[in-house]
């Protein structure tokens, strides 16, 4: 897989761990965020795992957690640390950019649980706001 499918597929589990995606739905989406990509592979790594459904519409369903999307990415072959790199390094861009928005919003704040609610509150994604916490000095 080339290191654009790569990045496809991370921003297709990001998508994934809100709500389920049809195969339609997700080519669209891979298509507008990723258009010099060949994003084939990742459709056919997703359909594979059954982390998209091949019907036009979405049934609501749990969102695939980051250890259930570790396990079936590694059953199908790919690394576990190929898997953690790519998965982790855009958790740390993640909790890079929501540590801005805590500077501008919540100046010297020190309460863990105040600024999980802040983040919370702003949408940011629970994994991302728990890991922010965890790094506060």
């Known amino acids: 897989m080339t290191d654009a ?7 297709a589990a990001k998508l994934l761990g809100r709500r389920e995606y049809s195969e339609v739905e997700m080519l669209g989406l891979l ?21 998209i459904s091949s019907g036009q519409g979405t049934t609501p369903r749990r969102a695939i957690g980051y250890e259930e999307l570790k ?3 590694r059953k199908r072959g ?23 928005l805590i500077r501008l919003n919540l100046p010297g704040e020190k309460d863990p649980e105040k600024v999980f609610r802040f983040l919370s509150f702003r949408g940011v994604d629970e994994v991302v706001a728990k890991a922010l916490v965890e790094r506060m000095d």
Request: aromatic share 2%; hydrophobic share 45%; charged share 30%.
């Open 5 to 11: 499918a790569r990045l496809a597929l991370i921003d």
């Open 31 to 51: 298509a507008s965020r990723h258009p010099d990509t060949s994003y084939e592979p990742v459709i056919q790594l997703l359909r594979e795992t059954g982390m």
């Open 71 to 73: 396990a079936r990415l």
């Open 78 to 100: 790919i690394d576990a640390s190929s898997i953690d790199l790519l998965l982790e390094s855009d958790l740390a861009a993640a909790v890079e950019q929501t540590k801005e």
